[in-house]
Every structure is written in structure tokens, then in C-alpha cells.
């Protein structure tokens, strides 16, 4: 889940309250914010890439920036949370319910309160809000795993994605955190999340690179070696494909 990626790094652009007593049909959408929703009533179905995505009362929708989608929503109240994620390689819809969403709930309605009433410091205190949530979230995710395969694979899920960035980590240490074999942990990985973990990796470290450069404060050679790896000339040839320029073009 998205909240599982501790490299990642969120800025709130807007908190809305939105309330739609008719059943609707929303043709194709894209953002350029993520958004985060709780549903208080009614039902969605998005459709993106293929997959089915289904959201009822209760739950909580990941809507990552960029993705291309299709919503069908019947009778439905949310609060909806758009923000910017800086360092994220997320790139499908996720849906998360527990079994009481209250809690999480909660942190909505502050959020919301907080962003309406606009008083000095509001916006501080709705990331702080907001990062609280993640963590509790995170918390509770990682107690209570979605799937039993999930649950296998969860203590090397967390250390990957906290050292995703480390040019010496490989399937076989991170396999190694679930004592299981990297063949069984790439097989696992590979049908929750529908990517390789190396393929996973790269994107990460594609992402951490890139919110590097825009810094301006590092050399190529710098980013390379902070976002894991050990050939800059590597690293440039794989930024130039997945991005479409290179590193020095991006800088500018």
C-alpha cells in the first residue's frame, strides 16, 4: 500500500467535501494530484488498465496522480484529500478497508475542519494530521495483512521500500526478512502487486532521482550513488529510458 513507502513525502493541495445523491457516469479522468478518499456512503467502480476497483461505505480510495480511469458512482458522500507525492512510483488505484473505519475516519473530519476554518497554522496542522493517519494506517495494515500471501511477504515489503536506495540490497536480503527463498518471494510479489521486484526497485529509485535532480543541489554522480546505484553511466542509460531524457536534460 502507499502508505507503506517511507520515501515518500506529501504536500495537501485541497480538502473537499462532496456530496452526489444521483448515480453517475464519469467519463475518462486524469489528475495531476494523488488523492486519498473516504467514502461515507454510496458505491464507485473504477475501471483502469484492465481492473476493476470497487469502493463502498467505509473504505478508502488511493487515486495516484496521472492514472487514467473510469468511475461509476451511485448515492455517494466522501471527504476527498488531493496531495502531491514527491518520491512516489505508485502507479495503480488501491482500496483500503478495515474493519472499523472510524478511527481513520476521524482523522478526515479533523482534516477537513482544520482546512475549512483556515485559522493561522491550518495548513501545518492538516499534514500533521495527515501524516498521522499514514502512520496509523501503516500500523494497522501491517497488523492485519490483506491476504495470507501478503502477510508472508510483509517484513521484506517494508524493507524494501525503506532501502530500495541501498546499491547493495538484493531479492536474496530482502527474501531473506520473511525466511523465505527469493524464487517464492519474487512469485508472491509478483502476483499482489502485478510488477517484479526488481522492476519495483528501479521505479523507486527512478523516482527518488528525479526528485533529487529538480533539487538542483547534486551532481548526476551524486543522484546516481543516493538513489542506488553504482554506475552513473547505468544509471543514466536506465533514467534516459524510463523517463524519455536524460539526467542533465532534467536538471534543466
Known amino acids: 500500500m502507499f502508505f507503506n513507502n517511507h520515501k515518500i513525502s506529501y504536500e495537501i493541495a485541497?480538502?473537499?467535501?462532496?456530496?452526489?445523491?444521483?448515480?453517475?457516469?464519469?467519463?475518462?479522468?486524469?489528475?495531476?494530484?494523488?488523492?486519498?478518499?473516504?467514502?461515507?456512503?454510496?458505491?464507485?467502480?473504477?475501471?483502469s488498465r484492465g481492473k476493476k476497483y470497487f469502493a463502498d461505505a467505509g473504505s478508502f480510495s488511493f487515486l495516484p496522480a496521472h492514472v487514467v480511469f473510469d468511475r461509476v458512482s451511485t448515492d455517494e458522500e466522501m471527504i476527498v484529500i488531493h496531495f502531491y507525492c514527491h518520491g512516489s512510483n505508485e502507479n495503480e488505484i488501491q482500496i483500503f478497508k478495515p474493519e472499523d473505519s472510524s478511527k481513520f475516519a476521524g482523522y478526515f473530519f479533523d482534516i477537513l475542519k482544520t482546512w475549512?476554518?483556515?485559522?493561522?497554522?491550518?495548513?501545518?496542522?492538516?499534514?500533521?494530521?495527515?501524516?498521522?493517519?499514514?502512520?496509523?494506517?501503516?500500523?494497522?495494515?501491517?497488523?492485519?495483512?490483506?491476504?495470507?500471501?501478503?502477510?508472508?511477504?510483509?517484513?521484506?515489503?517494508?524493507?524494501?521500500?525503506?532501502?530500495?536506495?541501498?546499491?547493495e540490497i538484493t531479492i536474496s536480503k530482502i527474501a531473506e526478512k520473511s525466511f523465505i527463498s527469493k524464487v517464492y518471494f519474487r512469485k508472491i510479489y509478483k502476483e499482489i502487486f502485478g510488477i517484479s521486484p526488481v522492476k519495483a526497485i528501479l521505479k523507486?529509485?527512478?523516482?527518488?532521482?528525479k526528485e533529487l535532480l529538480s533539487t538542483g543541489?547534486?551532481?548526476?554522480?551524486?543522484?546516481?550513488?543516493?538513489?542506488?546505484?553504482?554506475?552513473?553511466?547505468?544509471?543514466?542509460?536506465?533514467?534516459?529510458?524510463e523517463v524519455g531524457i536524460s539526467p542533465s536534460e532534467y536538471i534543466e
Open 217 to 241: 543541489y547534486f551532481s548526476v554522480k551524486e543522484v546516481s550513488q543516493k538513489s542506488g546505484f553504482d554506475n552513473v553511466k547505468y544509471f543514466s542509460t536506465v533514467f534516459k529510458k
Open 14 to 47: 485541497n480538502v473537499f467535501h462532496i456530496e452526489k445523491r444521483l448515480a453517475a457516469a464519469c467519463g475518462r479522468k486524469q489528475s495531476r494530484v494523488s488523492g486519498l478518499c473516504y467514502r461515507i456512503s454510496g458505491n464507485t467502480l473504477f475501471e
Open 204 to 209: 523507486m529509485r527512478i523516482e527518488k532521482a
Open 116 to 167: 475549512e476554518e483556515s485559522a493561522p497554522g491550518y495548513k501545518h496542522r492538516c499534514q500533521s494530521l495527515f501524516y498521522k493517519m499514514l502512520e496509523e494506517m501503516e500500523l494497522y495494515h501491517t497488523a492485519n495483512p490483506t491476504s495470507k500471501k501478503e502477510s508472508i511477504i510483509k517484513n521484506s515489503i517494508v524493507y524494501m521500500n525503506t532501502n530500495f536506495d541501498n546499491s
